[in-house]
């Protein structure tokens, strides 16, 4: 099974509300991910952890929020965001520490700013 | 971010053909991936290549780990109308502290019936 599930599908939020995405793996991998992505583009790293602790931010404003509560769950929390925010946020995740560290990504959840 | 030279940038195809996609990289990897990306969907990992000159195949798809490290390529054969869809690679160097991902800038095919 390699399957990485996300909710939810579309999210239709304002600049001024409080929002947020969630990303579930029970494949045992601890490395999970957070992307952006806009049309026609490839994905954007936003966040990574590994083990449950944050080892990447590609300088990411404040407004996104990353928090991992155990080794299947990742949420990305949302807060003021802009309509230049808008676009598919993709979860992804892999093993660790062996050959084979292939990430397998979600669906993704559609995000509009109005 | 650095992105992958990947070409070419839209195939438009008939139903049947052949179809070749390549990847280059200024730096080396020791990984390549190939993943399909359908519209509003995540992009779904087809094939995962390893070695330097490895060649492996995924149904009517094959790709290669090319011996420089620098580039692979992605052959579909007999095409059909489901291998629509924007193809990214991305090159990786497992073993860090983290697995990261460099993509390509992605190949959009069009299958005509």
């Known amino acids: 099974d390699t399957e990485v599930t996300q909710t939810p599908k579309h999210l239709v939020m304002g600049m001024t509300n409080k929002k947020s995405l969630k990303c579930e793996q029970h494949?045992?991998?601890?490395?999970m991910y957070w992307y952006k992505q806009k049309a026609k583009k490839p994905p954007e790293l936003m966040f990574v952890?590994?083990?449950?602790?944050?080892?990447i931010n590609e300088s990411v404003p404040s407004r996104f929020s990353p928090e991992c509560p155990n080794s299947s769950l990742l949420n990305l929390h949302l807060h003021a965001l802009q309509p230049e925010d808008s676009a598919l946020y993709l979860c992804a995740s892999s093993p660790r520490g062996v050959q084979g560290n292939e990430q397998y990504f979600g669906p993704g959840t559609r995000l509009t700013v109005t | 971010g650095q992105q992958l030279n990947q070409s070419p940038q839209s195939m438009f195809i008939q139903e049947g053909e052949d179809v070749s996609m390549n990847c280059t990289s200024s730096s080396i990897f020791n990984t390549w991936l190939w993943y399909k990306q359908d519209p509003g969907e995540g992009p779904v990992l087809l094939i995962a290549l390893y070695k330097a000159g490895e060649l492996t195949s995924n149904g009517r798809l094959t790709a290669q780990f090319g011996i420089t490290r620098k580039d692979s390529f992605l052959n579909i054969s007999a095409s059909i109308p489901s291998d629509v869809g924007i193809y990214f690679c991305a090159g990786m160097n497992y073993g860090g502290a983290t697995n990261k991902l460099i993509f390509g800038t992605g190949t959009l095919l069009a299958v005509q019936p």
């Open positions: 952890y590994s083990y449950e602790k944050l080892s």
């Open positions: 494949m045992g991998h601890r490395a």
